[in-house]
């Protein structure tokens, strides 16, 4: 009995090990923005802007994928309230400028896993960082606050076209206890 148990627990790790594995690079680009700015200061975000994400995948098995990767964002707000103009109306652009930075690892599992189309869902861990720039009295400010936790969530769905391209979708958002970073637009992943 011994010996049987020795030899599984010696072949587990080697079949594992045996398994093909597969690396994807996967790079987005689409709307963004950010409903809370820092401390919980509720912003009027009117104005999506774009994002530019990387990921970089590493398939353990045909389900399970783990992943790193970064996001850059921007957003439009109004810092308090919408500048009035001299005629009573308010403008329509935002008087201030945010831009976020997200660095993340995440864990996915494929709902969906087919050889060509998968749909995973995952989550992880993350930090964040935020940069704000606002006008007041005429004057520009900005703002820098340091990196701090975050758990991001992300949803991707993607059709590889040949065996190294492939198109998808990635939506989702970083959650730090509030929601910030909400997203979502085309993708395109390369497998090495």
Aim: aromatic share 18%; charged share 20%.
């Amino acid at each position: 009995m011994k010996t049987l148990f020795l030899t599984l627990l010696f072949f587990a790790p080697v079949s594992v090990i045996a398994q093909k594995k597969a690396y994807d690079i996967a790079f987005s680009y689409g709307g963004y923005n950010s409903p809370i700015a820092y401390h919980n200061q509720f912003y009027d975000t009117r104005n999506i802007k774009s994002y530019f994400s990387a990921d970089f995948d590493y398939h353990l098995t045909n389900r399970w994928t783990i992943a790193s990767g970064f996001m850059s964002g921007k957003f439009g707000y109004y810092d308090s309230f919408p500048v009035k103009l001299a005629n009573g109306t308010y403008t329509d652009e935002p008087n201030s400028k945010g831009f976020d930075l997200h660095g993340y690892a995440l864990a996915k599992y494929a709902i969906l896993a087919k050889p060509r189309l998968s749909l995973q869902v995952g989550t992880g861990a993350g930090f964040y960082s935020q940069r704000l720039e606002y006008t007041y009295e005429g004057n520009t400010y900005e703002a820098s606050y340091a990196a701090e936790f975050e758990v991001p969530v992300s949803v991707e769905g993607y059709y590889f076209m040949s065996e190294k391209i492939g198109f998808g979708l990635k939506a989702g958002c970083f959650v730090q206890p509030e929601i910030r970073g909400v997203h979502i637009g085309p993708q395109i992943r390369l497998r090495l």
